[in-house]
């Protein structure tokens, strides 16, 4: 029944730690010439879905989902529409490989050690029993 238990707190705080295995990161936004005007480009490129934080050159901060974007603005899903032209920093929200290696090795461990520590417990019963 200990056992069960264990398992049953690593899985939870297995699912609790996966869920920090994101970071935000940079994205460049550059200005673009046309002969009639100008559009924004922005690398990595931003998707429906994507969690962005941004501040604008008022100081503004503000975090949001991005709906759509066009080359002049960025569009939430909640209805705000931002500027590129305002932006003066942008981070995207991204999946970070090295806490995702991280939760995945030491989640690895400890499974190997609880199935372990199981192992030894049920031998060990099972020797006495046998005596």
Request: glycine content about 10%; charged content about 15%; hydrophobic content about 40%.
């Amino acid at each position: 029944m200990k056992s069960v238990k264990t398992l049953s707190t690593m899985l939870i705080t297995m699912t609790l730690l996966t869920t920090g295995c994101h970071s935000y990161y940079g994205v460049n936004v550059r200005q673009q010439s046309l002969n009639n005007g100008s559009y924004y480009l922005m690398q990595p490129p931003l998707y429906s879905g994507d969690k962005i934080r941004f501040q604008l050159k008022s100081g503004e901060k503000g975090e949001l989902t991005v709906s759509r974007t066009d080359p002049q603005n960025i569009y939430a899903d909640d209805g705000r529409v931002v500027p590129v032209s305002q932006i003066s920093s942008l981070e995207k929200r991204e999946v970070s490989n090295g806490k995702t290696a991280a939760v995945v090795g030491g989640s690895s461990a400890v499974l190997v050690i609880v199935l372990f520590a199981a192992f030894v417990s049920v031998a060990a019963v099972g020797i006495i029993a046998g005596t």
